[in-house]
Nanobody, 117 residues
Framework: QEQVVESGGGLVESGGTLRLSCATG????????MGWYRQAPGKQRELVAS???????HYTDSVKDRFTVSRNNARNRVYLQMNSLKPEDTAIYYC???????????WGQGTQVTVSS
């Protein structure tokens, strides 16, 4: 059973919106810290947005004011709202979860986001 599953990716036109979701499995008791990463073809994986246990958020400069990370602690889910999407946002988006009890890091399989010009 996968412990982290991303969903919500797809094909959207430039300027469009998508909302990514990250669901967690039974081994993850609570979300301590989390991050959304992306990897475009031929590029290294980069951190796009993160949220710590106390709600502090961080965004890479290229997505500030366009992306918003949030979490639902009761459901152990995290989200990435992506507005004003650009072709350069095209990538596979991954969710990373740090379990609050074990401290283990979990990765999902990723969800493809494609933004057409």
């Amino acid at each position: 059973q996968e412990q982290v599953v991303e969903s919500g990716g797809g094909l959207v036109e430039s300027g469009g919106t998508l909302r990514l979701s990250c669901a967690t499995g039974g081994r993850i008791s609570s979300i301590y810290n989390m991050g959304w990463y992306r990897q475009a073809p031929g590029k290294q994986r980069e951190l796009v947005a993160s949220m710590t246990y106390d709600g502090s958020r961080h965004y890479t400069d290229s997505v500030k004011d366009r992306f918003t990370v949030s979490r639902n602690n009761a459901r152990n889910r995290v989200y990435l709202q992506m507005n004003s999407l650009k072709p350069e946002d095209t990538a596979i988006y991954y969710c990373n979860i740090i379990d609050g009890r074990s401290g283990r890091s979990y990765w999902g399989q990723g969800t493809q986001v494609t933004v057409s010009s």
